[in-house]
């Protein structure tokens, strides 16, 4: 079906504003003339231009817009905000056909830009590859539908199933490849913020950046509810914001980073940390990265209730457990 080809295409230009596009959700368009591609864009960034406006800018002979389809992963906007409505400068062109992959559940949107153009007298087909469109977007939809960040759990494991050996000599164990390392930077890189807990603060002193890859830090956050911390630890070396938390519930946690406008948070460590958002069921994706290693004893894995569905994937080698909450 063309119109799905075409809406495929949104969806892979979209995926390349993943790390820059927070808290705006990211969005791809295509401008097709007979058959033939004339225009693309995607949301490179937020406070920047839109999907669609970059793809009308991008379409050589303007005139032929008014003869065009122009296809867009998620409904363009009817508001004002740091651009003007996409809806508006899709009625001003005077494109007469708009395909559109699903519904924008942000209040201020919310069906306000497919009535704007139907309004127009312009030709609208809504849900084309509709559940692909929404997983595209599913760290906004969490954000504004659960007002929480959108939560993704992260671990290595243990070919027996330990995060970390017993630490008689300060040691950690090295669960991870110098390229599955890297995966796990460019995963924070894809968050706007990184949760561990004290202890893994205390003996693990991590960075948390993205030194092996490119892309932005995240905002680091820990627990400390009895003020262990000293304040040589890297977490206070200035580098990136950084967040403590003395005495509030996970769900106030959540609270207060989705007042702060922090859309997508990691957690990395320990295991009690990711044992209690399982338990809380507070969690929308969680990542396990199996190492071949046998430990024997230490840090026993977090674990999840029985029979809870997951894929499965390989990355660099090594097998990665996938489990969605919401599939």
Known sequence: MEDEKYMRRCIQLARNGLCNTAPNPMVGAVIVHNGQIIGEGYHVRCGQAHAEVNAIRSVKNPDLLKEATIYVSLE???????TPPCADLIVEKGIPRIVIGCRDPFAKVAGRGIQKLRDAGREVLVGVLE?????????????HTRQRPYITLKWAE???GFID???????PAI????????LAHKKRAEHAAILVGTDTALLDNPRLNVRRWYGPAPVRITIDRHHR???DLHLFDGSQPTLVYAQETLPEILKDLYNRQL???????GSRLLQSFIDAGLWDEIVVEEAPQILGDGVKAPTLPAQTPYRRES?????????????
């Open 76 to 82: 363009p906007c009817a508001h004002y905000g740091k």
């Open 131 to 143: 559940e692909e469109c929404r997983d595209l977007i599913r760290r906004f939809i969490t954000f």
């Open 158 to 160: 243990s070919a027996d």
């Open 165 to 171: 050996r017993k630490r008689t000599d300060g040691t």
């Open 175 to 182: 669960l991870s490849s110098p390229l599955t390392a890297m």
């Open 229 to 231: 911390l000293p304040q």
């Open 263 to 269: 859309q997508s948070l990691l957690v990395e460590g």
């Open 315 to 327: 990355h660099f080698g090594r097998g990665y457990r996938h489990y969605n909450a919401y599939p």
